[in-house]
C-alpha cells in the first residue's frame, strides 16, 4: 500500500507502521475495557486515600473486640459445664425444651390440646 503526501512523496509503510495500526485498531475495540480499568483503578485509589487507617479503627473499637472475645471465652468455659448436665440426664441438648414448647409429649400438659374451628 503506497500512501501519498503532500508535495508529491510517495510513503511506504514499514512493519513497524503497521504493527502500530494494528495495535491502534485494537485498542479502538477494547476501549471501554480500558475506561472500565482507569476507572475502577482511580475509585479504589480514591477511597483507599479517604478510608480511615487500620490503627484509628482499633482505637475506636477496641471496647467492642474486648467484650466480644470475653463473651466468647465464657461461652466456652460454661459450654462444657452444660453439655455434661445434658449427659448426665440423657437427651440431647435442647430436646426437653423443644419438646416442651411443642408440646409433644402429653406429661407437659394437664388436658387435652384444644381445637379451634
Not at 471501554?32 to 480514591?46: D, E, G, K, V
Not at 475506636?60 to 471465652?73: A, E
Not at 455434661?84 to 387435652?112: I, N, S
Request: proline share 6%; hydrophobic share 50%.
Amino acid at each position: 500500500m503506497i500512501h501519498f503526501l503532500r508535495e508529491g512523496h510517495i510513503s511506504i509503510p514499514t512493519p513497524l507502521a503497521k504493527k502500530a495500526m494494528d495495535m491502534q485498531q485494537k485498542l479502538i475495540q477494547h476501549r471501554y475495557h480500558f475506561t472500565i480499568a482507569i476507572l475502577a483503578s482511580l475509585i479504589i485509589a480514591l477511597l483507599s486515600y479517604v478510608a480511615p487507617r487500620l490503627p484509628t479503627i482499633l482505637t475506636y473499637f477496641w471496647p467492642l473486640f474486648v467484650s466480644t472475645t470475653v463473651f466468647l471465652v465464657a461461652i466456652m468455659a460454661f459450654g462444657g459445664f452444660s453439655q455434661l448436665a445434658t449427659d448426665a440426664h440423657g437427651e440431647k441438648a435442647g430436646e426437653g425444651l423443644l419438646d416442651y414448647v411443642a408440646a409433644f409429649r402429653p406429661e407437659y400438659t394437664d388436658q387435652e390440646p384444644q381445637k379451634f374451628e
